[in-house]
């Protein structure tokens, strides 16, 4: 409908952003942030390793898909198959999770998270249920949202502010008929390592 009445449509972490007719688009590398995360806890030596998500079925944000895909498949590149548990932000449902875990044969060395709202309640179950992270088990989260750097989430970092910005600008020089030199622009993630994540003890 925007697109009917010639106003410019700015994407920010939208999928197929070109084929949708967005006039431009800001976006974070998932699969490279994912793939990043995976290769630590691998380079930690971590081989039994669980991936904690959202249920796909009920969100919309293309991302989470993305991340969860991407983090399995360079995994089993290295033949490692995580093991995959549901869960979403509630507390009472991490509390669901952390019985998961203690319920099965062994508890995985190593848990990657689909974002750090998930993997900071998961760190304060986890230790109230009498582990210590990182030396009983790593926990890695993805964001590097507001609390990761008080409590030393190990994480995955994206650049929102910048991403904002730069599309903020997209969208001026779209009204002003300037051209774009970038107008599908993708920004890397970083990884962030704190004190969450350790080398895996025998």
Known sequence: ?????NVPIIG??????????????????DKQ?????????MTLGHRDIAYIRTDREVTLHFSVAG???SFMACCE???????????DENENNISKVV????????????????????AIPLLFQLERSGFTVPNDISII??????????????TIRQTPVEMARTAAHMA??????????????????QLIVRSTTARLRH
């Not at 409908?1 to 009445?5: D, P």
């Open 99 to 118: 019985t998961q875990l203690l319920s099965l044969d062994r508890m995985p060395t190593a848990i990657a998270c689909q974002e750090d709202g998930i």
């Open 67 to 69: 991340r969860f895909e």
């Open 33 to 41: 942030g994912s793939e990043l995360a995976a290769r630590h806890l």
């Open 1 to 5: 409908q925007l697109k009917s009445v």
């Open 172 to 189: 001026l020089d779209l009204i002003d008929k300037k051209e774009i030199d970038e107008p599908f622009k993708t920004f890397p993630a």
């Open 141 to 154: 989260g993805y964001d590097d949202s507001a609390y990761a750097h008080d409590i030393g989430l190990t």
């Open 77 to 87: 590149a290295n033949g490692i198959t995580p093991r995959e548990l549901v869960t």
């Open 12 to 29: 920010i972490n939208c999928s197929l952003p070109q084929e949708r007719g967005f006039n431009a688009a800001v976006r974070i590398d």
